[in-house]
């Protein structure tokens, strides 16, 4: 008795999980300026605008640079996670990559653009690797908020740089 066994349909179905690949962009307008909203992304220590973070291990006024590795800790795990700089481009771009876990590869950027109906803010996550479908499930409600929230939180500085209660 000779006994064939195939783990081709195994095989396929784990290159495909392994080679898992989502891309997602969110847009928000604010009335701010492409400076203020600048200054809230660049200010590496002030995450509390942030729906995903709590806290960062970057001193007060660090500003982002390319190479710059920092810890973030989240509010959905005490687990601090590291994150590399990779690119900025003053008042355009700033871009990262989360250190996690291996399975994961995590690419965030930040696009800043002025124009005539206000200043657009391009939040976009990159997500790759076997896990990245579990990681996906459990941080998009948390991701689909972020530019929103940037824009808000810009669009507050400026008023409380109106009422004199801002530091400028």
């Known amino acids: ?25 969110y847009r928000a307008v604010s009335s701010a300026t492409v400076d ?3 200054q809230k ?14 806290s960062t291990n970057a ?7 390319p190479g710059l590795i920092y810890q973030v800790v989240t509010r959905l795990t005490p687990i601090p996670i590291r994150i590399f700089v990779e690119r900025v481009k003053p008042r355009e771009l700033l871009s990262f990559r989360a250190i ?11 696009q800043v653009e002025s124009t005539l109906c206000g200043t657009y803010i391009s939040y976009s996550v990159t997500l790759r690797g076997w896990l990245s479908p579990l990681l996906w ?13 940037l ?18």
Request: hydrophobic share 45%.
């Open 1 to 25: 008795m000779i006994l064939n066994f195939s783990f081709k349909p195994i095989a396929d179905r784990w290159t495909a999980i392994s080679k898992f690949s989502l891309d997602k962009t």
């Open 36 to 38: 203020v909203l600048w």
């Open 41 to 54: 992304l660049e200010n590496l220590a002030d995450v509390s605008w942030h729906p995903l973070f709590s």
């Open 59 to 65: 001193p007060r006024g660090l500003i982002a640079k």
């Open 100 to 110: 996690a876990i291996p399975g994961i590869e995590n690419r965030v950027s930040y």
């Open 137 to 149: 499930l459990w941080i998009r409600p948390y991701v689909a908020r972020v530019a929103s929230e």
């Open 151 to 168: 824009a808000n939180a810009a669009t507050e500085r400026i008023s409380d740089w109106s009422l004199g209660t801002g530091d400028w």
